[in-house]
């Protein structure tokens, strides 16, 4: 098999082309919205007690103090960076998404190599997008068809592509190098596990998506080819190749191989609750309900949720504990409807034992819609739900959303994003170094000559 027939060849060579003057204004301008996103998500992350954890763990080992952990004045040797700051980034689920997280395994390793080597803002961009690229090349190609997708979905065991072409582009790995580190990836990948969650326990596994160890696979594949480490570079191609191996039942040549004529960063979505995804046409159909028709929650006889089949039957039970709440599709209804605004505060333990939010939340049932769960496993995908509140006087208010806020297609308003911002970084920051971050990602960004200039900002 010819060299420049191999997928991990045409990949690399589709990441070498990623240059920074060539991008289109609105890709430079998405990646810029992206990075500061992701800063939000990491330094938030701080705050949860599984946040706290993994900082006191890795802060612990100590070693080489080559990138720091944002949020914090821990600085650790950069594999270890890149592992603590990718977790932090997932772990109140508010990060990106596009048929996953992958902002979570691309800004925590662009930003902790990027301050290491004292990279330029403009080649910070390009690696982010060249991330992004080739990382949703990979999840198109290899996505599962909508039948094996209710038996096996993984969503780490491709963003690991992300992380290894952020790496490749920032140490600037040549064409052959690149090819051999995603080869390396692909054996760092890790299984897909997100059918055995904990859902039905009603406690999800704190590794959650296991972003850190993707994120620290992904940098340890492109440092280990920019060594002269040799990989499998066939490793995608054939009956034998990469999709097979994660579980897939499908490999899809044209979408892995897709060329430079459209970026797919532009599709990648951002979120306004700490909640999976998947729940975020119900939160923001009972939004819409309660902003035109002010019921309170103890006038609701019952809510009613029609929705496609993953939120269905995985994320249907009360929380046990604080970190559950994300996947807990009756509790944050009950949030919506008791006006708790979106942020860290609705993951308080606090709250878990307030009697109003759960008699509230036990009034949430479930019901599949076809429709739904027909359009749910698409690569260019609909979050279909309808919502019916009936309050006690037997009055329906029924909403349907098929576009969730923060899809391309029904994007956050700048100043929501700003919000989403100041609240999950001026517990941590203030609001001083917030605004300056702001300023010199969104402004400011490509006109550094290093990212180190962004490292003071990011400590309490």
Same mark, same amino acid.
């Given at each position: 098999?010819?060299?420049?027939?191999?997928?991990?060849?045409?990949?690399? %060579?589709?990441?070498?082309?990623?240059?920074?003057?060539?991008?289109?204004?609105?890709?430079?301008?998405?990646?810029?919205?992206?990075?500061?996103?992701?800063?939000?998500?990491?330094?938030?992350?701080?705050?949860?007690?599984?946040?706290?954890?993994? /900082?006191?763990?890795?802060?612990?080992?100590?070693?080489?103090?080559?990138?720091?952990?944002?949020?914090?004045?821990?600085?650790?040797?950069?594999?270890?960076?890149?592992?603590?700051?990718?977790?932090?980034?997932?772990?109140?689920?508010l990060d990106d998404t596009y048929d996953g997280h992958p902002g979570s395994t691309i800004v925590p390793v662009a930003?902790?190599?990027?301050?290491?080597?004292?990279?330029?803002?403009?080649?910070?961009?390009?690696?982010?997008?060249?991330?992004?690229?080739?990382?949703?090349?990979?999840?198109?190609?290899?996505?599962?068809?909508?039948?094996?997708?209710?038996?096996?979905?993984?969503?780490?065991?491709?963003?690991?592509?992300?992380?290894?072409?952020?790496?490749?582009?920032?140490?600037?790995?040549?064409?052959?190098?690149?090819?051999?580190?995603?080869?390396?990836?692909?054996?760092?990948?890790?299984?897909?596990?997100?059918?055995?969650?904990?859902?039905? #326990?009603?406690? /999800?596994?704190?590794?959650?998506?296991?972003?850190?160890?993707?994120?620290?696979?992904?940098?340890?594949?492109?440092?280990?080819?920019?060594?002269?480490?040799?990989?499998?570079?066939?490793?995608?191609?054939?009956?034998? %190749?990469?999709?097979?191996?994660?579980?897939?039942?499908?490999? #899809?040549?044209?979408?892995?191989?897709?060329?430079?004529?459209?970026?797919? /960063?532009?599709?990648?979505?951002?979120?306004?609750?700490?909640?999976?995804?998947?729940?975020?046409?119900?939160?923001?159909?009972?939004?819409?309900?309660?902003?035109?028709?002010?019921?309170?929650?103890?006038?609701?006889?019952?809510?009613?949720?029609?929705?496609?089949?993953?939120?269905?039957?995985?994320?249907?039970?009360?929380?046990?504990?604080?970190?559950?709440?994300?996947?807990?599709?009756?509790?944050?209804?009950?949030?919506?409807?008791?006006?708790?605004?979106?942020?860290?505060?609705?993951?308080?333990?606090?709250?878990?034992?307030?009697?109003?939010?759960?008699?509230?939340?036990?009034?949430?049932?479930?019901?599949?819609? #076809?429709?739904?769960?027909?359009?749910?496993?698409?690569?260019?995908?609909?979050?279909?739900?309808?919502?019916?509140?009936?309050?006690?006087?037997?009055?329906?208010?029924?909403?349907?959303?098929?576009?969730?806020?923060?899809?391309?297609?029904?994007?956050?308003?700048?100043?929501?994003l700003f919000k989403k911002f100041e609240t999950l970084t001026e517990p941590v920051i203030g609001k001083e170094k917030?605004?300056?971050?702001?300023?010199?990602?969104?402004? #400011?960004?490509?006109?550094?000559?290093?990212?180190?200039?962004?490292?003071?900002?990011?400590?309490?």
């Open positions: 098999m010819e060299k420049t027939s191999r997928t991990t060849y045409i990949l690399a %060579g589709l990441a070498e082309r990623i240059r920074y003057e060539t991008l289109p204004p609105e890709v430079v301008a998405k990646a810029k919205a992206l990075i500061l996103d992701s800063i939000a998500c990491m330094i938030g992350g701080t705050l949860p007690v599984q946040g706290k954890k993994i /900082i006191d763990i890795y802060g612990a080992m100590g070693g080489v103090p080559e990138a720091g952990v944002y949020g914090t004045r821990y600085r650790l040797p950069l594999l270890n960076a890149v592992y603590v700051n990718a977790y932090l980034a997932t772990t109140l689920d930003l902790s190599l990027g301050e290491r080597d004292a990279v330029s803002g403009k080649e910070l961009i390009e690696a982010v997008a060249a991330g992004y690229e080739i990382g949703i090349r990979v999840s198109n190609g290899i996505k599962p068809t909508p039948e094996r997708t209710r038996q096996v979905r993984g969503i780490n065991t491709w963003q690991i592509f992300c992380a290894a072409t952020t790496a490749a582009k920032l140490l600037k790995l040549t064409m052959e190098e690149t090819a051999h580190a995603l080869g390396h990836a692909a054996i760092h990948a890790s299984v897909p596990s997100l059918r055995k969650w904990g859902f039905l #326990d009603g406690r /999800i596994q704190w590794l959650k998506n296991n972003f850190g160890y993707t994120s620290y696979g992904g940098v340890l594949s492109a440092v280990l080819a920019k060594n002269g480490f040799i990989a499998d570079t066939t490793i995608f191609d054939g009956d034998d %190749g990469f999709w097979i191996m994660a579980s897939s039942d499908r490999c #899809d040549d044209d979408a892995l191989h897709a060329p430079l004529d459209r970026y797919f /960063i532009l599709k990648v979505h951002t979120k306004p609750y700490p909640a999976c995804r998947h729940i975020h046409p119900t939160l923001d159909a009972v939004t819409a309900v309660i902003s035109e028709h002010p019921v309170s929650p103890e006038a609701i006889h019952r809510v009613t949720v029609e929705t496609f089949y993953e939120v269905v039957n995985d994320y249907t039970a009360l929380p046990v504990l604080p970190f559950d709440v994300v996947f807990s599709a009756p509790y944050l209804v009950a949030l919506v409807l008791h006006r708790v605004p979106p942020g860290p505060e609705w993951l308080s333990e606090v709250r878990l034992k307030d009697g109003s939010l759960l008699k509230t939340a036990r009034k949430v049932v479930f019901a599949e819609w #076809d429709e739904a769960s027909l359009l749910y496993p698409l690569v260019n995908r609909e979050l279909l739900s309808k919502v019916t509140i009936l309050d006690r006087s037997g009055t329906a208010y029924t909403r349907t959303v098929r576009i969730p806020r923060g899809d391309p297609r029904n994007p956050m308003t700048e100043a929501e917030a605004e300056k971050i702001c300023t010199l990602v969104l402004e #400011d960004l490509d006109t550094l000559d290093s990212v180190r200039a962004l490292t003071p900002l990011l400590v309490p």
